[in-house]
């Protein structure tokens, strides 16, 4: 793997079915950067981060970690690879039972010998880089949309991952919402010195955040390189897409 990548699909093929997901689908994620997937809804991309995580395996190709092949891992060695990668889910996925602060602990309970007294302290830093300390007691029931994405990513930056994956963080919330988790994210990034992965349509706050764009269209990486690069291709399809116009290669 080229040095400066942390994580790479390599020619991956996968289908559910007869339904081709993806194919010869080729992506690095270069350490340290922002790379954000774009592509039209239900292209595949949440696949992407699913495959990365090592939650689902090709049918063919192969995804490295850190220079390891985590395709045919037993789950063992597989564990170990994912405790330096975090999932921060669509809708958050808080348990409804359990307060934010239980919700954020829950990775480091599971997976760590930490005394409870250290997680409660980890916890509290991980609440108030979200801006939601004062939430520590709070059910899910009773937080926002935007709230449940920042206590989303707080469990998600808890265990101080080396790279986390966020699965379309700004989909369904107000544009001041979209701004503060977009400056959230580039800020988490920077205080974990680490790597994330995005998977958005909000055109703005990938443009805001990207330091790498790769467009994902049937079932292939068609457009990779840095954000200004991938923004001035001469790719019609691209073009298309980051014009939202309904004139052009892509079918209606």
């Known amino acids: 793997m080229a040095d400066g990548v942390i994580a790479r699909l390599d020619d991956v093929r996968l289908a559910f079915g007869e339904r081709v ?43 490295y970690v850190r220079d390891r092949d985590i395709c045919h891992m037993r789950e063992t060695e597989l ?7 975090s999932l921060s889910f669509q809708f958050a996925a808080l348990l409804d039972s359990l307060t934010l602060g239980d919700n954020v602990a829950l990775p480091l ?27 520590y007691d709070n059910l899910p029931a009773e937080l926002s949309g935007g709230m449940l994405k920042r206590g989303g990513f707080a469990r998600a930056i808890v265990t101080s991952p080396q790279l ?19 400056g959230m994210i580039m800020r988490l990034r920077e205080r974990a010195n680490g790597t994330a992965v995005v998977t958005s349509h909000d055109l703005p706050s990938i443009y805001m955040m990207a330091d790498y764009m790769a467009m994902l269209f049937e079932g292939a990486i068609i457009a990779y390189g840095p954000s200004e690069e991938v923004r001035r291709s001469e790719n019609p399809i691209v073009q298309q897409f980051l014009e939202g116009s309904d004139v052009g290669p892509i079918p209606i």
């Open 79 to 85: 564990n170990d690879v994912r405790r330096s990668i």
């Open 109 to 135: 309970r599971e997976n760590t010998p930490m005394p409870e007294a250290e997680v409660r302290k980890v916890v509290v830093e991980s609440l108030e880089s979200v801006g939601l300390a004062y939430a």
């Open 21 to 63: 997901v993806l194919e010869h689908c080729t992506l690095p994620i270069v350490e340290g950067a922002i790379t954000c997937i774009i592509g039209l809804s239900g292209a595949g991309k949440s696949t992407i981060l699913r495959l990365i995580d090592g939650l689902t395996k090709p049918d063919d190709g192969h995804v």
């Open 164 to 182: 986390i994956l966020y699965d379309e963080p700004t989909t369904g919330l107000d544009p001041i919402s979209v701004h503060l988790i977009t």
